[in-house]
């Protein structure tokens, strides 16, 4: 089922009232620019950037279409039971026919140690396995972040989930955005998401087709 039909123009006043939202949560120039970017919320996009702050995290997120930032408080996150697709609205409906936004994946959560990063696992212990138990720090993150994100965090990170032949790997269509402790950068696409992971000495995880490699873990 397709999501709301909506013009480009009434999804520009939606999003235009969500960044004086925004500003009057508190949110800066910045955080609404990177919210015309990358269709998250404004109001994520300032929490989030005060939390790797103050955690010294990178976290690195694929990012929804950039129309679905005129949703997000209005309508519920995709649920990872959802495989239809997002429309160029950025919302979908279920099986019910009920609509939701376009959610927020993690790709990546690493801590700064003052010379580099070190990853932070967030997936189920089991490598490889599509669900699970995660370790304490993986858990106390992610449930730190949804008791202040619009649009929740639903599954771990997808560059952890060691499977090649299940995870969905990276497509050209692909945006995200690095909450790099403090600071927001906008990836328009996977290569310049590889780009920053070399320059940052991570270890990118997907083969030029962008298919998942395998690698990583603990």
């Known amino acids: 089922m397709s999501g709301l039909s909506m013009s480009q123009a009434g999804l520009d006043d939606r999003i235009g009232n969500k960044a004086n939202e925004a500003r009057g949560a508190g949110a800066d120039g910045l955080d609404v620019r990177l919210m015309r970017e990358s269709g998250m919320d404004a109001r994520d996009i300032m929490h989030l950037r005060k939390f790797t702050a103050a955690e010294k995290l990178l976290i690195v997120v694929r990012c929804p279409k950039r129309n679905a930032a005129a949703f997000h408080g209005d309508l519920p996150g995709k649920t990872w039971a959802t495989k239809n697709k997002t429309n160029e609205t950025g919302t979908v409906r279920d099986a019910h026919g009920n609509l939701m936004v376009s959610d927020y994946d993690l790709m990546s959560v690493w801590r700064y140690n003052g010379n580099g990063y070190t990853k932070i696992y967030i997936s189920a212990l089991e490598p490889g396995a599509a669900s699970g138990p995660w370790a304490p720090e993986a858990t106390r993150l992610v449930r730190e972040m949804n008791k202040f994100l619009i649009t929740r965090i639903q599954h771990g990170c997808q560059d952890d989930f060691l499977n090649p032949a299940k995870n969905p790997g990276v497509k ?22 590889e780009n920053f992971y070399r320059v940052h000495a991570l270890l990118w995880p997907y083969d030029a087709r962008g298919r998942h490699t395998g690698l990583g873990g603990f």
């Open 172 to 193: 050209m269509a692909d945006h995200f955005l690095a909450l790099d402790v403090g600071h927001g950068v906008y990836l328009p696409n996977p290569i310049f998401c």
